[in-house]
């Protein structure tokens, strides 16, 4: 008997999402990964194939890097205001497979008060 680890499982429910959740030029897709030690999050054109722009903790902003909740707050704050400065406004969010709930809520809700729309 064989068993589904969990990045299977994260990878397979990301597979389905993105199947719904497009980027586009007039509404690039917002992208979410978190590991043990970084957050990571990056508008993306899936038209084009390109990176618009990105935040992460790996950032020289950021002076100590940690994947908690505080840190996914400050990387949707600085995201929206790169997204903004580019002249992006708008994105569909895309929470890679995660869960909707802390760290990537956090995020998601500094990215909405930063200035973003989805």
């Known amino acids: 008997m064989s068993t589904i680890n969990r990045k ?19 509404r690039p897709r917002l992208a979410v990964h978190y590991s043990n030690q970084h957050i990571y999050a990056q508008v993306i054109d ?4 390109r990176t ?6 790996m950032d020289k902003s950021f ?3 940690s994947s908690n909740i505080v840190s996914a707050e400050q990387v949707g704050t600085l995201l ?9 406004s708008a994105v569909v969010f ?5 869960l909707y709930h802390g760290k ?6 500094a990215a909405r008060a930063g200035g973003l729309k989805f």
């Not at 990537?104 to 809700?109: E, F, I, Q, Y």
């Open 8 to 26: 299977e499982i994260r990878r397979r429910v990301h597979n389905r999402i993105r199947r719904k959740v497009v980027g586009t030029a007039a």
């Open 46 to 49: 899936d038209a084009s194939g």
């Open 63 to 65: 002076e100590k890097a």
């Open 94 to 98: 895309d929470r890679g497979g995660h």
């Open 52 to 57: 618009l722009c990105s935040a992460s903790t």
């Open 80 to 88: 929206a205001e790169r997204a903004l400065a580019s002249s992006i």
């Open 104 to 109: 990537v809520k956090a995020l998601a809700d």
